[in-house]
């Protein structure tokens, strides 16, 4: 089984903090997608990174796809209230033919 | 504003009703899910239509039965649930199924808000 672990499970920080979250697996994966999903609401799609290596920017959201695909970061830069949610990443799978999600990391900032 | 709508936003419903969640997109995409989420957990996949033909079917018990009516419509209809059925339900579309081989067509997902659904 296929396993996309994210890390931390939780984070709690004041607003203008900086914070990195991490999205790891045994497994390789042909694409890594990130979501933020707020309360009461489906996920968003943030940002798709394909290539081995891959750095995509997003204003403050820095995302990374690790070189051997199979491992991902967000990182926040000056985080603001803003930002609180479900944050998930789900991994492209050749070997199932489906996306892969995984266990998510829930970021609280306070004002 | 999402372009997925999801009907009702909220289902109180018996174990022994018959229910139906309600799916619509127009973005002309052609696979529509079904996830099931409970709290604070990630969602999990439970149907997959790819042009409205089902594609994928995640072993879900037969009392959750799905129906592509048209490439805009997905539809989820309930029947003798449990209430550990109690979860989110999350309807979302994409352009096509992900072909996850190449890294091209990566699938990516367009939810609705999702339906709350409350089985007592």
């Known amino acids: 089984t296929q396993l996309l672990e994210q890390s931390p499970q939780f984070l709690s920080i004041q607003e203008g903090e900086n914070l990195t979250v991490y999205c790891n697996s045994s497994s390789v994966f042909s694409s890594l997608q990130w979501y933020r999903q707020e309360p009461g609401e489906g996920p968003v799609l943030l940002v798709t990174v394909v290539t081995g290596g891959e750095v995509k920017k997003l204003k403050r959201l820095t995302f990374q796809f690790g070189d051997a695909r199979k491992d991902s970061s967000l990182h926040i830069t000056a985080a603001q209230p803003g930002d609180t949610g479900l944050y998930l990443c789900a991994g492209g799978s050749q070997s199932t033919d489906k996306l892969i999600f995984g266990t998510g990391t829930r970021l609280q900032v306070f004002p | 504003d999402t372009e997925v709508t999801q009907t009702p936003k909220h289902l109180v419903m018996g174990m022994t009703n018959k229910k139906s969640l309600k799916c619509e997109q127009h973005?002309?995409?052609?696979?529509m899910y079904w996830y099931k989420q409970k709290a604070k957990k990630p969602p999990e996949l439970m149907f997959v239509y790819s042009y409205e033909k089902l594609s994928i079917n995640e072993s879900v018990p037969s009392r959750f039965s799905p129906e592509c009516p048209n490439s805009s419509l997905l539809n989820l209809h309930l029947h003798a649930l449990q209430p550990e059925d109690s979860a989110l339900y999350l309807c979302?579309?994409?352009?096509?199924?992900?072909?996850f081989g190449t890294g091209r067509n990566t699938g990516e997902l367009f939810f609705g808000e999702g339906s709350r659904l409350t089985v007592l």
């Open positions: 979302a579309s994409s352009q096509e199924k992900g072909v």
């Open positions: 973005m002309g995409h052609r696979a």
